[in-house]
């Protein structure tokens, strides 16, 4: 390597190693779950050895928690900016959203996924449902501190958006049934708003 090729080459430091990492982590998560991923094709494509892999990330149970984490910031960060265009707008924050949570989960299916193979196996990774504890505790908080709404009118937003969930990974969508058609009907109202 020449001198100026040398001097304007960085390297990586852990920490962008580690992102990297998660980044190539979620899809294969997303795709095969946590049992199913292997922690080589991951490091494959984060350009990494597996050892290096393991420097950065001790077991594969961590290396899915951080992923975990990462879908779940994708969604309290949707939640905290809909709350604020709610706010500039004068709209209803719950309804604003619960519409940006319909459009998050149509359009990034790998987040969705990941959160649906963490659910399934939270309870027998203790280190799983933890995470997953954290990261709705973190998600009510945002929608229970923007919005009016009550404990029961929370409840039914998420389980709305749980509805969403499963509608959306089974592809219910895509039938021509009546079942389909009336609970994957989400698309033109996404707010999953309480019926009075």
């Known amino acids: 390597m020449s001198k100026a090729a040398e001097k304007t080459r960085t390297l990586s430091t852990a920490e962008e190693r580690r992102e990297t990492l998660i980044r190539a982590a979620v899809p294969v998560f997303a795709e095969k779950g946590y049992h199913g991923a292997p922690t080589t094709e991951i490091a494959k494509r984060a350009g990494i050895s597996q050892a290096y892999l393991f420097r950065l990330f001790p077991t594969k149970e961590e290396l899915f928690v951080a992923a975990i984490d990462r879908s779940c910031k994708v969604m309290h960060d949707s939640f905290t900016e809909a709350a604020d265009r709610a706010d500039a707008d004068g709209l209803d924050p719950l309804e604003v959203m619960g519409e940006a949570y319909g459009e998050l989960v149509l359009n990034n299916r790998e987040m969705l996924l990941v959160q649906l193979h963490a659910q399934a196996i939270s309870s027998s990774i203790p280190a799983v449902r933890e995470a997953m504890r954290e990261n709705f505790a973190g998600l009510y908080a945002v929608a229970a501190e923007r919005t009016n709404a009550?404990?029961?009118?929370?409840?039914?937003?998420?389980?709305?958006?749980?509805?969403?969930?499963?509608?959306?990974?089974?592809?219910?969508?895509?039938?021509?049934?009546p079942w389909a058609k009336t609970l994957a009907d989400f698309e033109g109202d996404c707010s999953f708003t309480p019926i009075p």
Do not use: C, H, R, Y
């Open 150 to 177: 009550s404990p029961e009118e929370l409840k039914v937003w998420f389980a709305g958006g749980m509805l969403i969930n499963v509608m959306t990974a089974i592809g219910a969508n895509e039938l021509d049934q």
